[in-house]
């Protein structure tokens, strides 16, 4: 078993999804997202599980569905974008081609500010967004095998930078 061939982690919003799409057909290979993987198990949106039963809830099942992917998949592979608060998630990462797709929090807001779907941002999103990005970058550099900013670069332009930086 080999493995994904590149896991991306990042905040939401970030362009996981489509420069992992990207990436996939530039490799010749396939894409999976775990926030589908949850959905589709689910049969629920990500927004609902969060009502239905609360973010704890929430975490281990993506705990869960990031194991299940990392043990199975062998294309590039996004990671939602709090998977890596859980310790455990962080461990099954070391030693994996993990890329950070990072951006700074005013392009976060200007990308995501007022998306309604994602929960984690409804009610302040400029205040949210710095409180997330302190809380979680390191995370993302602790399990990052290399850093890609995306920050004013279209998704093209990030996935030859991350071809070009592993
Ligand atoms: C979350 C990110 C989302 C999704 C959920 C929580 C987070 O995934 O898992 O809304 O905690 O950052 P994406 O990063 O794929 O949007």
Redesign the pocket.
């Known amino acids: 078993m080999s493995g994904p061939r590149i896991v991306l982690v990042g ?3 970030v362009g ?2 489509t420069v992992g799409a990207m990436l996939a057909e530039r490799l010749g290979c396939s894409y999976r ?1 775990t ?1 589908d993987d949850i959905v589709t198990a689910q049969g629920r949106t ?1 927004a609902d599980i ?1 009502v239905d039963e609360g973010e704890e809830s929430f975490r281990a099942i ?1 705990k869960a569905a990031v194991a299940t992917a990392l043990a199975e998949h062998e294309g590039v592979l ?1 990671l ?3 998977s890596i608060l859980d310790a455990d998630t962080r461990a099954l990462l070391d030693g994996q081609p993990v890329v950070f797709l990072s951006m700074d929090v005013e392009e976060a807001v200007k990308r995501t500010g007022l998306n309604v779907a ?3 941002l409804a009610v302040n999103p400029r205040k949210q967004w710095r409180e ?1 990005m302190e809380a979680r970058r390191h995370l993302y550099t602790e399990v990052a095998r290399v850093v890609v900013a995306t920050d004013g670069r279209t998704p093209d332009e990030v996935a030859a930078a991350v071809l070009d930086a592993l």
Do not use: N, V
Request: glycine share 22%; hydrophobic share 35%.
């Open positions: 905040p939401m919003g996981k999804s997202d926030d990500i969060f993506e996004a939602g974008g709090g994602r929960p984690l997330l």
